[in-house]
């Protein structure tokens, strides 16, 4: 089976396209995204303002084409936190469903660690052991902890890159002290809400990170590992990041996307990014990671393929067709809405 999965996130729409057998890992077949920029476009009220939602409409309609061409038989789209907590998300994902036909689910958070930690597990293997997984999107940062297929508990904060930058640090670089200090309060001040909790759980034995916020802190600052000829994940240490939350503080935007592994995209919300990644690294008392280049979107996939070998998956709506709760065919391709 070929499937697709649209994910609408902060900043772009990701389609992913893959083959997919029962006991088989996806096989990658495409991979196209376009720039939407909804979280920039989100004012303090949290309503998604209304060119973007027509760049919304444009970015689905456009990958929904896109699948079309590449001969996919099921579509998965779902929209992660910077849609899924609009105060107007009701009305923007109507009116892409009246523009396109296709019903964009969403899910929770926690339903979003899971899957990204279903991942993190399908890549690392078993032999990873226990595992602790962190991923830090534009709008939330998941952790989630466990030793099987599926974590053992997952949560979501409100930690997000991009949320923080926007509703925390200062227009304006250089970044003055006094603000980097109060929003490093901030994160450990969410982080309290849920650290007992989450230190109550067992010693993982691999700590994996996921993300292009981790991804790109660990090219700035961490080392590449051998992977066994498959793409080389980064190590990154609590020790070598931290010296980078005051330079990253102390640039521009332009300077920030100069440094190694930092795109220009993300020069920005780059600061924000370390500065959660060290806060949760020191919370989580955890040295070292290694970054892992499956995500959520692999982790959706995976979760399909469940259903198709028999077992139950981590998401109701993601199950075989005859038990969703909405399918339907649009542009010739049999779409499955991921709600929570």
């Not at 910077?82 to 899910?107: K, P, Q, S, Y």
């Amino acid at each position: 089976m070929r499937c697709g999965v649209i994910d609408i996130g902060s900043r772009t729409v990701h389609l992913v396209i893959a083959e997919l057998a029962p006991g088989r890992p996806p096989e990658p077949v495409a991979s196209w995204k376009q720039p939407v920029r909804v979280a920039e476009a989100t004012d303090r009220q949290g309503v998604i303002q209304p060119d973007v939602i027509r760049s919304l409409v444009g970015a689905v309609t456009a990958s929904a084409a896109a699948a079309l061409a590449h001969h996919v038989d099921r579509l998965i789209p779902f929209a992660t936190s910077a849609v899924r907590d609009a105060t107007n998300r009701d009305a923007v994902l109507g009116e892409i469903e009246a523009a396109t036909g296709i019903r964009v689910g969403f899910m929770t958070g926690e339903e979003e660690a899971r899957l990204t930690f279903r991942a993190a597990r399908g890549w690392l293997g078993w032999s990873a052991g226990r595992i602790l997984l962190l991923d830090i999107g534009g709008g939330s940062l998941e952790i989630a902890c466990g030793g099987g297929s599926r974590p053992d508990l997952a949560v979501s904060l409100p930690l997000g890159a991009d949320r923080l930058t926007r509703h925390h640090l200062p227009d304006a670089t250089p970044v003055k002290k006094r603000d980097v200090s109060a929003l490093r309060r901030h994160v450990r001040s969410v982080l309290g809400q849920c650290t007992a909790e989450l230190r109550a759980q067992p010693a993982p034995a691999s700590c994996v990170a996921t993300s292009r916020t981790f991804t790109q802190l660990a090219r700035l600052a961490g080392k590449p590992q051998p992977h066994n000829h498959l793409p080389a994940p980064h190590m990154l240490s609590r020790k070598d990041l931290g010296p980078w939350v005051p330079q990253l503080a102390a640039k521009t935007d332009e300077q920030r996307a100069r440094l190694r592994g930092i795109s220009a995209s993300r020069a920005r919300q780059s600061l924000a990014g370390a500065i959660v990644a060290e806060a949760v690294m020191e919370v989580m008392e955890v040295e070292r990671l290694i970054t892992c280049p499956w995500g959520l979107r692999e982790g959706v996939l995976l979760d399909y393929v469940s259903g198709l070998e028999g077992e139950p998956p981590a998401l109701p709506a993601l199950t075989s067709l005859p038990a969703l709760a909405d399918h339907r065919r649009i542009h010739g391709i049999e779409t499955v809405a991921a709600d929570a």
